[in-house]
């Protein structure tokens, strides 16, 4: 086998490893498991770190498997938590659930017909005919309250000046630790990764699946990697509009290319080797590349594009990249028109907007009226000439002169129209 903790330690994803771990995973393939929380019907970049692991995973040989918490999520993961989560609704669970199995299948094939082909799972499946008394007797009794109770995530609730933590939510370690125990003894699971929060629950797994095994059957391993951080310190993940998600119906595909295009130097050497496949001579190259023309930033559009490619297609990265030229290329009206609403929308969030009714556009408005009057782009019909005298205003990206008549062949989508004075003020149309 190859050495995949190298390769993971290099690109900066490894935090704490459990001794033997390295030499298992390069004696023979071992199946290893992730969880997910189903705290939402999608997952954001910062669950990226835990698939990207998956991957690499497979593509050095070994099984993975996705667990979807199924079961756990009903009951909510404390670590990292100053206070209780709500606790979801079956419904709004069971719509989580297949949401997140939908965007990691977008990621791993499950239904592979190879020797290390990913697993999917959900540990409702298994914890749903489970017992309280079985589960109290059986795992319950292999785990001292001690032992529970020097974990971190336990420590710092019960320190901290919250409520405290409820029987539900200590118990939950133990649950975590079953799913562990119970791959360990259906899939030959021996390896659990999760981010460098989840080593008390990953480590409460590894103790039970020695003590509930005896021999060569209770061999289980752990690891976690970092937690991502911007380098200013500042939480990774979320942009101004809040988390950066992996489905365009959360995150469109043009939000989700600028929030990479728009890392900082030093967050983009990391980042590049943390979130893309790309072998360490192609990014040392990169990176060389990149100190000598920072202005060019090669660096941010190779992680971008890399990403926007992993994450949603070759196609959406086109698209985003032409979006992306609208504002900051030689774009043409052809090119503004292409853009569906909700990337036009987008790519102009935070340009000021007016409204004009579709019956006075159907009748046709003069260029002087709407920049002044129906719009208030410009403070007068006077600086309305003098602008469109001197050839400084654009009409979906097309010049115009003040005999220019805005009808309904000039909308976009229908409903919107793209003004522009110089090269940087624009405003838009909005027709209602």
């Given at each position: ?16 490893i ?23 019907d ?66 791993l094939d499950?239904?592979?017909?190879e020797i ?7 540990n409702?499946?298994?914890?749903k ?11 319950g ?36 630790g ?36 005896v ?31 992996l ?30 496949f ?132 000039d ?6 129209v793209?003004?522009?004075s ?11």
């Open positions: 086998m190859k050495n995949i903790i190298s390769e993971l330690q290099w690109r900066g994803l490894v935090h704490d459990m001794p033997g771990t390295e030499e298992q995973l390069l004696k023979e393939m071992t199946t290893t498991y992730i969880g997910f929380d189903p705290t939402s999608s997952l954001h970049i910062g669950s990226l770190v835990p698939i990207i692991l998956l991957v690499h995973l497979k593509n050095f040989g070994h099984k993975p498997i996705a667990l979807v918490g199924g079961a756990t999520g009903m009951i909510g993961d404390p670590s990292g938590k100053s206070d209780e989560r709500n606790l979801l609704d079956e419904t709004t669970l069971n719509h989580n659930v297949e949401g997140i199995k939908s965007v990691l299948s977008r990621f499950f239904n592979s017909s290390n082909a990913p697993v999917l799972v959900n409702y499946d298994w914890m005919n489970l017992s309280f008394i079985n589960f109290a007797r059986d795992v009794k292999r785990i001292t309250v001690n032992y529970m109770m020097a974990k971190d995530s336990v420590k710092k609730r019960l320190s901290g000046e919250g409520e405290g933590m409820s029987f539900t939510e200590f118990t939950y370690q133990l649950i975590q079953y799913d562990f125990y119970h791959l360990h003894k259906e899939y030959n699971c021996l390896l659990q990764m999760g981010g460098s929060d989840q080593w008390g629950n990953i480590t409460t797994g590894t103790e039970l699946v020695r003590r509930m095994n021999g060569e059957e209770a061999k289980a391993y752990a690891m976690t990697c970092p937690l991502i951080t911007k380098a200013d310190g500042s939480k990774f993940g979320k942009s101004e509009g809040g988390n950066v998600w489905t365009a119906d959360k995150t469109s595909v043009y939000k989700f290319y600028q929030f990479w295009l728009n890392t900082t130097d030093v967050d983009a050497e990391k980042y590049i080797k943390i979130f893309t790309l072998d360490a001579a192609t990014i040392d190259a990169l990176i060389e590349e990149h100190k000598m023309a920072p202005h060019l930033r090669a660096l941010q559009r190779k992680l971008a594009e890399e990403l926007t490619v992993f994450v949603h297609s070759k196609e959406d990265l086109e698209n985003a990249i032409k979006a992306s030229n609208i504002l900051f290329g030689n774009s043409t009206s052809d090119d503004l028109k292409q853009l569906d609403e909700a990337t036009f929308l987008d790519v102009f969030d935070g340009v000021p907007q007016a409204e004009i009714s579709r019956t006075e556009i159907e009748a046709g408005i003069d260029i002087v009226t709407v920049l002044n009057e129906k719009t208030g782009f410009m403070k007068s019909n006077g600086e309305a000439r003098r602008a469109l005298t001197a050839n400084s205003i654009s009409v979906n990206k097309e010049k115009v002169a003040e005999d220019f008549v805005l009808s309904t062949k909308l976009i989508n229908n409903q919107f793209l003004l522009q110089g090269k940087k003020n624009y405003f838009v149309v909005r027709v209602v």
